[in-house]
């Protein structure tokens, strides 16, 4: 059986995200949502562009799951969730891949762990926005998609799709 609150916080954490996309880019996203896992203590990086390029490789590779089926693998570490985070990985106009982060209690500390084995998990939503990014102007929501762009096609983008 699912923990009810989990289920409840991954949605309303799933339309925060989705309402923080609408406000800060000019994609349309869809409604959707498919969901990719993420456990952020197996990954290996050094700072977090790294951990960026790292992350967009590896959910390259996996295959989006539905809600159902993340909340029931989640469920498997409820008691042991400290943060979960949500990020939008890549939106299409018919579905919106959502990736979700996750830190376990047992992987911190063992001090901090004492200090909040008993918290109940957090949840955030969050947007990673392009490197130099005017606040005031809303951005591709898939733009590290399109970093590695030839200076050319970046150029034509810039002048004719935005």
């Known amino acids: 059986m699912f923990d009810k ?15 923080l996309v ?30 960026r390029k790292l992350k967009q490789k ?4 996996k295959i989006p799951q539905n809600f159902n089926l993340v909340v029931k693998t ?19 106009s018919s579905k919106t891949i959502i990736e979700i982060e996750y830190l ?6 063992p001090k901090h762990y004492q200090k909040i084995k008993d918290y109940s998990p957090m949840f955030h939503a ?3 926005t392009p490197p130099h990014q005017n606040q005031l102007k809303k951005f591709d929501i ?3 998609f399109k970093s590695n762009l030839n200076p050319f096609e970046k150029f034509y983008r810039f002048l004719f799709i935005r």
């Open 104 to 109: 376990k209690k047992s992987d911190l500390d």
């Open 5 to 19: 609150s989990l289920e409840e916080n991954i949605k309303i954490t799933t339309v925060s995200l989705l309402k």
């Open 126 to 128: 969050k947007i990673i």
């Open 58 to 61: 590896n959910n390259s590779k």
């Open 74 to 92: 989640l469920n498997e570490y409820f008691d042991d969730l400290y943060d979960v985070v949500l990020y939008v990985f890549k939106a299409e």
């Open 22 to 51: 609408e406000k800060n880019c000019w994609n349309k996203v869809s409604n959707n949502c498919l969901y990719i896992l993420t456990d952020i203590n197996e990954l290996k990086y050094s700072d977090f562009y790294e951990l």
């Open 142 to 144: 898939n733009w590290a």
